[in-house]
């Protein structure tokens, strides 16, 4: 059986843990070459190293997301060493905690340089590139951007705006069969969810929210992005899918 992603050239952001590695983990599975950015070098060298002793084709670039200069340069590098780029996945984001009325613009604006500003530069550039060949954008939202959570309204605001600029994006790719599709994350267990999973009682009380009363992980949100990134989603494009 041809593997879904097979001979596909794909970029995951924020790829050295949780949602981004999984990803990158599953796309290779499926044939894709998967090139992982992210900032700490460690980590992608050994998630790296990992799909390659499973029988993966894999590298990574040390990019920051919100350095606008070094993360395009890293994706024309990776389009040039592989002659084009057929996915694109932005996965990185950060994000502050506080009350409205304690936050600090600074604070405000630290939620949108790498959620927003990077999505948008990564979605730029691969567009860019795809313009000839097309190809498959998907962007990392969040339930917090569909709902709003409160202490997280900086990244809630982001989230939508990532939702929102997706479609957007899907409207003026479409010509091109550029694809550009969005996955929701609910609850879903990594690094970044741990203090609020860290206790019996915090991580009852979450599961008490969601209807299937579990915490999601990594790979069945990865699942969702290998479909979406596959030809199996040949014909959905602005789509907003929750997990």
């Not at 700490?40 to 200069?69: F, H, M, N, T």
């Not at 590098?77 to 984001?93: F, P, S, T």
């Not at 998907?138 to 990244?155: D, E, K, P, Q, R």
């Not at 741990?194 to 579990?214: C, H, Q, V, W, Y």
Request: net charge negative; aromatic share 6%.
């Amino acid at each position: 059986m041809t593997k879904r992603l097979e001979n596909k050239i794909a970029i995951v952001t924020g790829g050295s843990a949780g949602i981004g590695a999984a990803t990158a983990t599953r796309m290779a599975e499926e044939g894709a070459t998967v090139v992982v950015f992210g900032r700490r070098e460690e980590p992608l060298k050994a998630l790296v190293a990992k799909i390659v002793e499973q029988g993966g084709k894999a590298a990574y670039k040390v990019a920051d997301v919100s350095d606008e200069q070094t993360f395009v340069s890293a994706i024309d590098a990776v389009a040039k060493e592989h002659g084009r780029l057929d996915i694109m996945v932005n996965n990185a984001a950060a994000f502050t905690w506080g009350a409205v009325t304690e936050m600090t613009t600074e604070d405000w604006h630290a939620n949108f340089k790498t959620t927003v500003d990077g999505t948008f530069w990564g979605t730029r550039k691969a567009m860019q590139l795809m313009q000839e060949t097309g190809g498959s954008i998907v962007n990392i939202s969040s339930i917090c951007g569909t709902f709003g959570t409160a202490w997280m309204s900086g990244y809630s605001a982001a989230k939508a705006a990532v939702t929102n600029f997706s479609r957007a994006v899907a409207s003026e790719g479409a010509l091109a069969n550029i694809r550009c599709n969005v996955v929701i994350p609910g609850a879903i267990e990594t690094d970044a969810t741990a203090g609020m999973l860290s206790s019996d009682e915090s991580r009852a009380g979450t599961s008490k929210l969601i209807p299937m009363k579990r915490v999601g992980t990594a790979t069945e949100l990865a699942n969702a992005v290998v479909f979406l990134a596959s030809d199996e989603a040949s014909y959905i494009t602005g789509a907003a899918l929750p997990v």
